[in-house]
């Protein structure tokens, strides 16, 4: 419904940019924030989480220790593929502070952050040994993601809508990865317990 919104310029997607024209003060702060999102922030992060979940996972013994770095490396490897086409076929322009241009939506920083900072939590998750580490794992990963949100909307970088339409893209993505991870983890223990 976002997606069809924004390319149709419908009431939800006109609401977006006046919401935008009253946020937009941008800054420095904003800019860093925004910044947590980029490839150059994000994609290390992913890297040491994953190279630390296949240490963990090989020290343990496990017999396919690689599946869950791998795989999340492999999301996002495969994220380019998805949000640039989904960009060309909208040519939605950005935000007035922007200038002129298209390819707005969805947002790619948003989906960068999500991607890798929620595969990052993914991939850890099953090394944290308590519940309150794990709530904080996840709270912060919630966290790093609003404030890239926050940063690229305040900055005037995106509409609020191109930040929304890549969660909603992104987030089933993660799920699926869980879900893929839960099974590979599940039939390696029940193979090493053999």
Same mark, same amino acid.
């Given at each position: 419904?976002?997606? +069809?919104?924004?390319?149709?310029?419908? !009431?939800?997607?006109?609401?977006?940019?006046?919401?935008?024209?009253?946020?937009?003060?941008?800054?420095?702060?904003?800019?860093?924030?925004?910044?947590?999102?980029?490839?150059?922030?994000?994609?290390?992060?992913?890297?040491?989480?994953?190279?630390?979940?296949?240490?963990?996972?090989?020290?343990?013994?496990?017999?396919?220790?690689?599946?869950? !770095?791998?795989?999340?490396?492999? =999301?996002?490897? =495969?994220?380019? /593929?998805? @949000?640039?086409?989904?960009?060309?076929?909208?040519?939605?322009? /950005?935000?007035?502070?922007?200038?002129?241009?298209?390819?707005?939506?969805?947002?790619?920083?948003?989906?960068? #952050?999500?991607?890798? $900072?929620?595969?990052?939590?993914?991939?850890?998750? !099953? +090394?944290?040994?308590?519940?309150?580490?794990?709530?904080?794992? @996840?709270?912060?990963?919630?966290?790093?993601?609003?404030?890239?949100? #926050?940063?690229?909307?305040?900055?005037? $970088?995106?509409? !609020?809508?191109?930040?929304?339409?890549? +969660?909603?893209?992104?987030?089933?993505?993660?799920?699926?990865? #869980?879900?893929?991870?839960?099974?590979?983890?599940?039939?390696?223990?029940?193979?090493?317990?053999?």
């Amino acid at each position: 419904m976002i997606t +069809w919104q924004v390319v149709v310029g419908g !009431p939800l997607a006109r609401a977006d940019e006046r919401l935008s024209d009253a946020v937009v003060r941008p800054g420095r702060f904003a800019e860093l924030l925004a910044d947590l999102g980029g490839v150059a922030v994000a994609v290390p992060v992913l890297v040491v989480a994953l190279g630390y979940a296949g240490l963990c996972a090989r020290s343990r013994g496990l017999p396919r220790w690689w599946a869950a !770095p791998a795989a999340a490396a492999g =999301l996002m490897a =495969l994220l380019p /593929g998805l @949000i640039v086409p989904l960009k060309e076929v909208v040519a939605r322009p /950005g935000p007035p502070v922007m200038g002129p241009g298209t390819g707005f939506y969805p947002s790619g920083h948003t989906a960068t #952050a999500v991607v890798a $900072y929620g595969a990052a939590v993914v991939v850890l998750l !099953p +090394w944290f040994r308590t519940a309150l580490a794990r709530r904080v794992l @996840i709270g912060f990963c919630a966290v790093l993601n609003l404030a890239v949100a #926050a940063g690229l909307v305040r900055r005037g $970088y995106h509409f !609020p809508l191109d930040v929304v339409g890549s +969660w909603c893209l992104c987030l089933p993505l993660l799920a699926g990865l #869980a879900v893929f991870l839960r099974r590979v983890t599940s039939r390696a223990l029940s193979r090493s317990s053999r």
